[in-house]
């Protein structure tokens, strides 16, 4: 079953601009993970935030997460053409020790050069 | 940097044949997924292994079996295929550490056609 739910599916910015994509879940995590998909090409893994946590950066990526409205954002900063890809959330669902993830639908993101 | 390689990138078969995906890791993780990709529905989980030999139904198990003779290696058996089969097919590993999940790391997919 599907968890995670992005939002928008799809987004089309300018280079330079920022780009944000969020994701709502239902049940209790005890983290979030986002990644990244390059068109044919497997998942990778962006980053990770813990329920604890409130916000969290690497680099030009920024992501916070509300488990009280059990939403998190994604912000890309000064987006590039390299940045093209969709990108996916993914919880736990709050589950035993079994590394299993949910993934959601995914937003589309294309950068303009 | 794990490495995770699934056997094919592009495979087409027949209705009714049986079809072997295969999947290697080579970072010794203990957790393997397989994943079907189709457009609109995201990730869905068909199997998964937390050990050797063990294994989980995920969310989408019918018309699919797997094997993890080695923990290395996953494979994922369409036991007749069906043209409803046709997809992207994602493999997955990771490495459990309690109840803090690390990544899984992804293999590049095999898009499989039925015809």
């Known amino acids: 079953s599907q968890q995670g739910e992005e939002d928008p599916q799809a987004l089309s910015i300018q280079e330079g601009e920022n780009a944000t994509m969020n994701c709502s879940y239902k049940t209790s995590i005890n983290n979030l993970q986002w990644y990244r998909q390059n068109s044919g090409r497997g998942l990778v893994h962006l980053i990770l935030i813990r329920s604890n946590e409130r916000e969290k950066h690497s680099g030009r990526l920024r992501v916070t997460l509300d488990t009280s409205k059990k939403s998190s954002s994604l912000l890309i900063t000064a987006s590039r053409a390299a940045d093209t890809a969709s990108y996916f959330c993914?919880?736990?669902?709050?589950?035993?020790?079994?590394?299993?993830?949910?993934f959601g639908q995914g937003t589309t993101l294309q950068v303009k050069p | 940097d794990v490495k995770v390689t699934q056997s094919s990138r592009y495979l087409v078969k027949r209705t009714g044949e049986k079809v072997f995906l295969e999947c290697v890791q080579d970072m010794d993780h203990e957790n393997m997924f397989w994943y079907r990709q189709d457009p609109g529905l995201g990730l869905r989980l068909i199997y998964f292994s937390y050990d050797v030999k063990m294994k989980e139904k995920g969310d989408i198990p019918e018309g699919y079996s797997v094997s993890r003779e080695k923990k290395e290696r996953f494979s994922l058996i369409l036991e007749s295929a069906s043209t409803n089969q046709t997809s992207m097919y994602l493999c997955a590993s990771s490495s459990p550490t309690g109840y803090v999940w690390q990544p899984q790391h992804f293999g590049d997919g095999t898009r499989l056609s039925i015809l």
């Open positions: 993914a919880t736990d669902g709050g589950s035993g020790n079994t590394g299993k993830l949910i």
